[in-house]
Every structure is written in structure tokens, then in C-alpha cells.
């Protein structure tokens, strides 16, 4: 192991008492606990991440049939990193259960953590998202029940799943967006030499409870032939850190040939990505497609070092395509590190945008308001005519909110608030506001200048990146997310000074066809601190005047259509 010290992430939810005196716990949770033996295990006496992948898909598959009342299938597995290996004789705790199910489709997050019984330690492996499709039956199509979050931990990945699905359906876009020309090393390995083809008979111990082969079985084959293709390169035992999606593309059932192929795409300096894929046929019919997947492979030395890697000189044609959606991938798994994976109270205030890390910052940006609209120890602070300011002080960092009720309609106040150049109408602090870049239909990037609050002081500017998203489904908010990024085309300049924004935003909540819940929400930050700080002292309600501005603003505006940003490339 490369560290066994306890992990946060591996705590539960605080308890939650029901009425009835008993612990709540997720109707959906299933839970698997395994020691594992020396057969589990590789010749370096670490549990198989084939072996994992089976009890993990397993676990997952079980959380989400407990849901739908009926057998399910995998459809996908998101990226997983691993964050240590596993001995034999630790003990592997496996927690799936469903975060959220839309039509026939459900979101169901895994936890494995390890432990070591003799030392009562335990310490997160991974971390995963799997998406699972309910079987048709006779009746057609199955239509699955809500999940319904009862804790705040619940509430914050039901939030959080309609927007990671947003991110899987426009991952592929962002792959071919990233993709330049490849340089090419005299003295490289030639990828062909790392290719491995390896078949497989689908037997019925292969298979799971509805006669197809199960998706644990095919992951942990696809690994086999990969660890294989890694080893060739580096004439070493390779270390797999990280999974990049499966996507299970078609069935695949007792009696079938899996073709399974694997090779090395691109070797980097500490890392390189192997590429495999599984095909499956029966009797003389054509190959399909079933599986493919990128899995990113370490050679540790006595020391747990990544060792250097050579370089690989790749095939012609589809080779040099492989290589380039290597280095693209790359990219992704780095931005999404530096983005996604740190903790909220790490996010750098600014992150360099461009088009290649637009979907992670966007996720990041939508989750941030969705975080803190989750939170439940606000502390009301001041309330004027049904105008409510809160605080809430965490972690050394200061959050504040405000809340309002509006007689205008969720979607109008929505497309209204969303356009940031129509705030300076409402809100003093708003000197002028320009679109300086559309990236999509539902991301913006303004500058934002704000008069100083100081008399003779120099005004603040901000670059802002406004992420809007409607409902996934009735019963979420619309909501309107800002942070602030850098542009080069942008830097500071003598004028202004250069204000920073960690996360604000709003949410809007139909409360009934004509009336609408409004929040704002604003992470207090040294450059947007002096707007508020009197108001939360009780010094001054600037607030209410504002947000007084904004219904009047609303309703004064109810019936008309907000125009698009005009969009700039």
C-alpha cells in the first residue's frame, strides 16, 4: 500500500432518526465486504483491479435492480482513479446505492475503501459513477420511479447527477475538439509490439442472473489484456491508476467469442495509455462491438516512484489517430484534477479557461451553487419586508445568502437574471457588463466593472463565467451560476483592479405558476467582501435595496422576452 491513513471520504452521512426511532439508511444501499485471498490477487500479491471491477459492477448492478424492481444492465462507468492497491488479506468494503434515476436510466455512485483489521485503519481506493439501464419487459420500455434524497450528502449527488450526465453526453465532442498534430521519436518503441488479441468463450459462470454475460466479467478481461499490452512496453509489471469511461455499446451473451484487443496509444514521461477494446461473434456472423475503454498504467520502481517511460513510435493512419486522442485525454485527466477533483476550499479563485476545459469548469461552477445551496446551517442575519439575508461561516470561509419571493414566473425570472448586461439595471454595483465570449448556449463568459466603495478608489473588474442551466425534471430550480476564470485576451489593466469571484450565483424555485423563489447566494471573497460586509455587520440593509430593485425590475419586465447574448467566438 502506498499510504493507509483514514480518509475522509470514506465517512458517512451523520445519522439521520426517523419518527420511529430507527437509523435512516438509503433503500437503494447495498453494501459487499470480501478478504482478499491469494486467488483475488496478481503476482505481486495485490488484489486484481479485474477482480475489483467484478465486485464493484456487481454491487452496483444489485443497488440499481433494489431500485427499478427489475433486472438492469450497465450501461457505462465513468472514469475511476485508483488511489491505492489493494493487499491480500485487507479487507475490500464495497457501498453502492442509486443518486438519482431519470427515465429509464439511473446515476449509482461506489465507494470501495480498504481495511486493515488488525490495525482497525481504513483508508478510500476509489470512488465511481455507474450508469444502469432497467431491462424492457413485455410491457415496452420501463419508466423508473424518483429517487427521493432524505439527507443533505443525498440531496448534494441527486443535484449533482443530472449535471455529471450532462458531462457524458458532450465528453466525445470535447476528445475531437482537442486533437493537433503528433511529434514523432526516431528512437521509440513501435506500438505494434505492445498489440495483444486474446478470445474468450462466454461460459454460464461468465454470465449473471439474466443469461448475459456479466459486465464485471467483460471489464475484468478488458484489464487482463491491457496490464498485458502495458507490460510490453516497459518489460515491467505495470501499476493501473486510472479507468477513462466503459461504455457498453451492445449485448453480449452465453456462447459468444469475445475478441478482446489491446495496445499501447501513447507513453508519456511517468504514464502511458493503453487502448482495448472487446468485440464478441457467434458462428460466422460479422463482429460487434460490445466494450471499449482507455486505462492509464504507472511502472512503480522499490520505491513507489514512477519510473520514466520510453517513447512510442505509433502505427500509420489509425495509429497517429490514437496517439493524438492520447495526449487529448491527457489533457482532460489534468484539467479535470486541477478542476473537478480538489476539494472546494482548494479551487484557485481564477482558472484559465479555454475550450478544452470549458465542460470541467462549467461542472465545477454548477456544483460549487449546488453545494451551497444544499447546505442547512445558514444563519439568518437580517430580514426586511420578506427579504431574508443569511450567513453561514465554515471552514474559515464566509458564505452569505438572499432570499426573496417574486409574482413573476420561474422561466421569465430565469431568462431575466441569466442575462447578466440587464443586472446594472437593478444592481448599483453593476457599472456595465459586456459578453466577451459565448462558449455554448448555456455558458457565458462577461466582464463585469463595479464602481470602487471607497470615494477617489479605483473601480474592480471582473471576468465571470455565467453557467445556466434549466431543470432536469420538475422539482429542480433553474439555476445561474458565476465564477471567475482568466482570459489572455483579457488581463488586468491600470484602470480597474482586478476582482475575483470563488462561486455566487442563483436559484430559482417555482413555488406556483405565478410565484417564484429567489436566492442568492455569494461565497465571500477579499474582492467582493466590501459590497456586503456592513450589511452582514447590521450596519446597513443595501441588500433589501437591491433585491428591491430586482423584483421591481421583474415585474416590471414579466412580459417581455430576454434577448440572446450576442455570440462572439
Not at 478510500?124 to 410491457?139: G, P, S, Y
Not at 457467434?282 to 466494450?291: K, V, Y
Request: hydrophobic share 35%; proline share 5%.
Amino acid at each position: 500500500m502506498t499510504s493507509e491513513n483514514k480518509d475522509s471520504d470514506t465517512m458517512p452521512d451523520p445519522l439521520l432518526i426517523q419518527e420511529s426511532g430507527e437509523v435512516y439508511r438509503n433503500p437503494t444501499e447495498v453494501q459487499m465486504s470480501q478478504i482478499v485471498l491469494p486467488c483475488h490477487a496478481n503476482h505481486c500479491g495485490e488484489l486484481s483491479v479485474g477482480q475489483l471491477l467484478k465486485w464493484m459492477d456487481s454491487t452496483a448492478c444489485l443497488s440499481a435492480e433494489r431500485h427499478a424492481g427489475c433486472s438492469c444492465i450497465t450501461a457505462s462507468v465513468d472514469d475511476i482513479h485508483f488511489e491505492h492497491t489493494i493487499g491480500v488479506g485487507k479487507v475490500v468494503n464495497i457501498i453502492a446505492k442509486v443518486n438519482r434515476a431519470f427515465t429509464s436510466s439511473m446515476e449509482v455512485g461506489i465507494l470501495v475503501t480498504c481495511e486493515d483489521l488488525y490495525t482497525d485503519r481504513q483508508w478510500k481506493v476509489c470512488h465511481a459513477f455507474a450508469t444502469f439501464v432497467a431491462r424492457r419487459t413485455e410491457a415496452g420500455k420501463v419508466q423508473l420511479k424518483q429517487v427521493i434524497p432524505r439527507t443533505q450528502m443525498e440531496q448534494m449527488e441527486y443535484s449533482l447527477a443530472a449535471e455529471r450526465r450532462r458531462m457524458r453526453l458532450i465528453h466525445a465532442e470535447i476528445i475531437t475538439d482537442l486533437l493537433s498534430k503528433c511529434q514523432e521519436y526516431q528512437d521509440a518503441v513501435p506500438a505494434e509490439r505492445t498489440r495483444v488479441e486474446s478470445v474468450e468463450l462466454v461460459l454460464p459462470p461468465h454470465a449473471n442472473h439474466q443469461v448475459s454475460t456479466f459486465g464485471g466479467q467483460i471489464m475484468a478481461w478488458m484489464e487482463n489484456v491491457a496490464t498485458i499490452a502495458a507490460s510490453r512496453l516497459c518489460n515491467a509489471h505495470p501499476t493501473l491508476r486510472s479507468i477513462d469511461m466503459f461504455h457498453f455499446r451492445g449485448p453480449s451473451h452465453i456462447g459468444d467469442r469475445l475478441v478482446l484487443k489491446a495496445i499501447v496509444n501513447n507513453a508519456f514521461k511517468h504514464s502511458m495509455e493503453v487502448g482495448v477494446c472487446a468485440e464478441a461473434y457467434q458462428g460466422g456472423e460479422p463482429l460487434r462491438h460490445i466494450n471499449s475503454a482507455f486505462m492509464t498504467f504507472e511502472v512503480l520502481d522499490s520505491d513507489r516512484k514512477p519510473c520514466t517511460l520510453p517513447r512510442i513510435r505509433p502505427e500509420p493512419v489509425d495509429g497517429k489517430r490514437r496517439f493524438q486522442e492520447a495526449i487529448a485525454r491527457k489533457k482532460i485527466r489534468l484539467d479535470r484534477k486541477y478542476i473537478i477533483s480538489c476539494k472546494q476550499t482548494e479551487v484557485p479563485l481564477s482558472v484559465p479557461w479555454d475550450p478544452s476545459n470549458q465542460m470541467y469548469l462549467s461542472y465545477n461552477n454548477v456544483s460549487a451553487l449546488k453545494l451551497m445551496d444544499n447546505r442547512n446551517n445558514w444563519v439568518l442575519a437580517s430580514e426586511k419586508n420578506k427579504v431574508r439575508l443569511y450567513t453561514l461561516e465554515e471552514n474559515h470561509m464566509l458564505c452569505f445568502k438572499v432570499e426573496m419571493n417574486v409574482r413573476v414566473s420561474a422561466e421569465q425570472t430565469f431568462h431575466l437574471l441569466s442575462d447578466l448586461r440587464r443586472r446594472k439595471e437593478w444592481d448599483r454595483h453593476y457599472e456595465s457588463c459586456e459578453v466577451i465570449n459565448q462558449a455554448d448556449e448555456d455558458d457565458t463568459i462577461y466582464r463585469v466593472a463595479t464602481p470602487s466603495v471607497t470615494k477617489g478608489g479605483k473601480g474592480k473588474d471582473f471576468i465571470l463565467l455565467a453557467s445556466r442551466r434549466k431543470p432536469c425534471d420538475s422539482g429542480d430550480p433553474y439555476l445561474i451560476a458565476l465564477r471567475s476564470v482568466t482570459l489572455p485576451t483579457h488581463p488586468p489593466t491600470e484602470e480597474y483592479t482586478r476582482g475575483e469571484v470563488l462561486c455566487a450565483g442563483f436559484t430559482i424555485w417555482e413555488e406556483s405558476s405565478s410565484v417564484t423563489k429567489i436566492t442568492y447566494y455569494n461565497q465571500a471573497t477579499p474582492g467582493v467582501l466590501p459590497y456586503i460586509s456592513t450589511d452582514i455587520a447590521g450596519l446597513s440593509s443595501s441588500f433589501y435595496s437591491a433585491f428591491s430593485a430586482c423584483s421591481q425590475f421583474l415585474l416590471a419586465n414579466k412580459d417581455s422576452l430576454a434577448p440572446k447574448p450576442s455570440v462572439q467566438y
